[in-house]
T-cell receptor, first 114, second 115 residues
């Protein structure tokens, strides 16, 4: 998990609340990603960013928003529009968007909706 | 569209025996293939990748994977399993479709190594 931090480790949210998950990297990577992990479904891409001030929707972007104001930071907001937000959220980064580069993952945030 | 299949939800192996975790893929053009491992409540750790060249790729912790283009497979292997290898393993693929560095992951295979 080195080089990528996610906070908090556990997060509890009441229905109807927006919450923001933090992701910071000190690897000087251009590209950053957010994934959602549910049991038996693997990882699904929510949003990704290839460079500062630019980001694209992934496969399951509805109910989520992101920003990329700084190279090292890529926060994810889970909005009240997300119907089933309880999941394990993983942030990742890679040197660039080239196909040869592996992604490095943070330790994850487990979000539970009460 | 690209996809990955990991046909086994769980693989059980005795310590000291060889292990194989299966992965097949579908992608347009040349595939770029990756294996990651996840321990409970942790992020994913990179094990190895195939980009081009030798079909047998060696990675971290004694793991290796064999790329087979005709069978569109990229099975993960280790000659002698350890109890500490017990974890969730993900295969991932990226092709040349679309922009960015988007990986498509399989659903994961739980490896259990027993004494």
């Amino acid at each position: 998990d080195g080089g990528i931090t996610q906070s908090p480790k556990y997060l509890f949210r009441k229905e109807g609340q927006n919450v923001t998950l933090s992701c910071e990297q000190n690897l000087n990577h251009d590209a950053m990603y957010w994934y959602r992990q549910d049991p038996g479904q693997g990882l699904r891409l929510i949003y990704y960013s290839q460079i500062v001030n630019d980001f694209q929707k992934g496969d399951i972007a509805e109910g989520y928003s992101v920003s990329r104001e700084k190279k090292e930071s890529f926060p994810l907001t889970v909005t009240s529009a997300q119907k089933n937000p309880t999941a394990f959220y993983l942030c990742a980064s890679s040197i660039s968007t080239g196909n040869l580069n592996e992604q490095f993952f943070g330790p994850g945030t487990r979000l539970t909706v009460l | 569209a690209q996809s990955v299949a990991q046909p086994e939800d769980q693989v059980n192996v005795a310590e000291g025996n060889p292990l194989t975790v299966k992965c097949t893929y579908s992608v347009s053009g040349n595939p770029y293939l990756f294996w990651y491992v996840q321990y409970p409540n942790r992020g994913l750790q990179f094990l190895l990748k195939y980009i081009t060249g030798d079909n047998l790729v060696k990675g971290s912790y004694g793991f290796e994977a064999e790329f087979n283009k005709s069978q569109t497979s990229f099975h993960l292997k280790k000659p002698s399993a350890l109890v500490s290898d017990s974890a969730l393993y993900f295969c991932a693929v990226r092709g040349l479709t679309g922009g960015g560095n988007k990986l498509t992951f399989g659903t994961g295979t739980q490896l259990k190594v027993e004494l």
